[in-house]
């Protein structure tokens, strides 16, 4: 089976300039996750989607960051304009429905990784 | 509000040593699960277990145990006879049950020599 495929692994760019991470979950996953993991801690939820709706994007900064899930299946997160503290890992995850409930089990990409200088 | 605290920020041992890693977490719901997570130098993390609040049982999974304790709401992990593989950064993790989204701690980095 394979597993969560981001793109790109790594990304330099100056602030106040955009990019564009995607993330292609698990096939059959209905449940898709974006999470911020900055160097030395955990990773931080940013947004969640259930097929193709948001569950929770409270911790998302809505001013910079957007997300979508077209058609349910891949995601794109956008960063624009970059700061210097958005530098992280972005992971993105999948969770498989089991009786139409969040198994709470993630698979994650190996992340794309942002340097903004 | 939902928090998870890994007071064990690195832990250096030499292989074969058995190494237990903390977690503490806090929470106002009655059922919740709790994860380990385990990141490699690659980035990637890996799924290691997950326990429902319900079920307090000890589990052993070959080198790997877990103890999870509601009273002291705790869920450690323990590592025995450890290998250079083991390295890498571990994460313990919270989510309400029903609602899949994860608040990890900040993670314990483990670094087993030869």
């Known amino acids: 089976e394979a597993g969560v495929a981001q793109s790109p692994r790594y990304k330099i760019i100056e602030k106040r300039q955009s990019v564009a991470f995607w993330c292609n979950p698990i096939?059959?996953?209905?449940?898709l996750y974006w999470y911020q993991q900055i160097l030395g801690q955990g990773p931080k939820l940013l947004i969640q989607f259930q097929n193709n709706g948001v569950v929770d994007d409270s911790q998302l900064p809505k001013d910079r960051f957007s997300a979508e899930r077209l058609k349910g299946v891949d995601s794109t997160l956008k960063i624009q304009p970059a700061k210097l503290e958005d530098s992280a890992v972005y992971l993105c995850?999948?969770?498989?429905?089991?009786?139409?409930?969040?198994?709470?089990?993630?698979?994650f990409g190996e992340g794309s990784r942002l340097t903004v200088l | 509000a939902q928090k998870v605290t890994q007071a064990q920020t690195e832990i250096s041992v030499v292989e074969k040593e058995d190494v237990t890693l903390d977690c503490v977490y806090e929470t106002r719901d009655t059922t919740y699960y709790l994860f380990w997570y385990k990141q490699p130098p690659s980035g990637e993390l890996v799924f290691l277990i997950r326990r429902n609040s319900f079920d307090e049982q000890n589990e052993i999974s070959g080198r790997y145990s877990w103890n999870f304790q509601k009273s002291t709401s705790s869920f450690n992990f323990t590592i025995t006879a450890s290998q250079v593989v083991d390295s890498a950064v571990y994460f313990c993790a919270l989510s309400e049950v029903g609602y899949s989204t994860l608040t990890f701690g900040k993670g314990t980095m483990l670094l087993v020599s030869p």
């Open positions: 995850a999948s969770s498989p429905i089991l009786a139409g409930v969040p198994t709470g089990e993630l698979f």
């Open positions: 096939s059959g996953h209905a449940t």
